[in-house]
T-cell receptor, first 113, second 113 residues
Framework: GENVEQHPSTLSVQEGDSAVIKCTYS??????FPWYKQELGKRPQLIID?????GEKKDQRIAVTLNKTAKHFSLHITETQPEDSAVYFC????????????FGTGTRLTVIP | EAQVTQNPRYLITVTGKKLTVTCSQN?????MSWYRQDPGLGLRQIYY???????DKGDVPEGYKVSRKEKRNFPLILESPSPNQTSLYFC????????????FGEGSRLTVL
């Protein structure tokens, strides 16, 4: 099955700085790559996703890039704010959607005011 | 309000005592799934269901059972719980397996003594 590796496991940034989280995947058939944010004690929620026919996608302060050749994708958060503090999970699926999503191990992001 | 509802939210039980965690969604979603979340391991899929009467194993199905007799319900059954099943469990649903967003329930924290 798919293996998704995520780095770093923890990340601290000053408010206003940028944060980058990186993931690699093993199955070249994977074609859907979502990112989920989990605030403390809450459920994971989708923040952005990208499909394999797209190289980059932006939504306000967050962006995701995908390199299919290298089999890695990254989450970029600019102008970080304290409310960005959370655990972020990347995931990959070869079904184009929610089916059989394999998640990374998570990155705990702390934004220091 | 569109939601995924899990019960119980918290449970402490003893080894070998059968238990069921219920999951219900009111969004008429075809796809439903169970994940367990453990520190350092991220979210791992236990079982999933593409539609009524269609279920399949995920990454870590050992010790669990599921059923999908109705579209809205997807209970997780632990026939003989063991301490290594102590975890935070999330039920999730999506419009279909090939569409994007997974909607998660609030989670059920299970402790097996």
């Amino acid at each position: 099955g798919e293996n998704v590796e995520q780095h770093p496991s923890t990340l601290s940034v000053q408010e206003g700085d940028s944060a980058v989280i990186k993931c690699t995947y093993s199955d070249s058939a994977s074609n859907y790559f979502p990112w989920y944010k989990q605030e403390l004690g809450k459920r994971p929620q989708l923040i952005i996703d990208i499909r394999s026919n797209v190289g980059e996608k932006k939504d306000q302060r967050i962006a995701v890039t995908l390199n299919k050749t290298a089999k890695h994708f990254s989450l970029h958060i600019t102008e970080t704010q304290p409310e960005d503090s959370a655990v972020y999970f990347c995931a990959a699926s070869q079904w184009g959607g929610a089916n059989n999503l394999f998640f990374g191990t998570g990155t705990r992001l702390t934004v220091i005011p | 309000e569109a939601q995924v509802t899990q019960n119980p939210r918290y449970l402490i039980t003893v080894t070998g005592k059968k238990l069921t965690v219920t999951c219900s969604q009111n969004m008429n979603h075809e796809y439903m799934s169970w994940y367990r979340q453990d520190p350092g391991l991220g979210l791992r899929q236990i079982y999933y269901s593409m539609n009524v009467e269609v279920t399949d194993k995920g990454d870590v199905p050992e010790g669990y059972k599921v059923s999908r007799k109705e579209k809205r319900n997807f209970p997780l059954i632990l026939e003989s719980p063991s301490p290594n099943q102590t975890s935070l469990y999330f039920c999730a649903s999506s419009l279909s397996g090939s569409t994007g967003e997974l909607f998660f329930g609030e989670g059920s924290r299970l402790t097996v003594l």
